[in-house]
């Protein structure tokens, strides 16, 4: 499965510079379905910051399923950099975990900006 998620992420390379969300990988998630589009992103937003929240009071081990769980959904709406983000602190709360402080404030970063977006591209459905 991580390699699937590696090769993913490896494929998104050629998103446009900028592009906080790959518009055409979630249009392929979703077959094209905006409904189904709007609901996964709405879903994503809810899960992203219950997750972020859960991570911020847990234990390490904890924040290594937390963080992998974000990871999956990020990769499914084309989040790559939420992907990359909860990746490291993945890793980083499994082999580093007093560091975790610091990976935690990267990827809110990551999802505050996905959250922006995706915002935006909620009011344009």
Do not use: W, Y
């Amino acid at each position: 499965m991580a390699e699937a998620a590696v090769n993913i992420l490896q494929r998104s390379a050629g998103v446009p510079e900028g592009a906080v969300i790959d518009r055409d990988h979630l249009a392929r998630m979703t077959f094209g379905d905006r409904s189904l589009e709007k609901e996964i992103l709405q879903l994503f937003d809810r899960q992203a910051e219950l997750l972020l929240g859960r991570m911020r009071v847990s234990e390490p081990p904890a924040v290594v399923t937390l963080a992998h769980t974000l990871k999956g959904s990020a990769i499914g709406i084309g989040a790559k950099r939420v992907a990359c983000a909860a990746e490291s602190a993945e890793l980083v709360a499994s082999r580093a975990p007093g560091e975790c402080g610091r990976v935690l404030d990267e990827l809110t970063q990551a999802v505050d900006e996905a959250r922006t977006c995706i915002a935006g591209i909620l009011l344009t459905h």
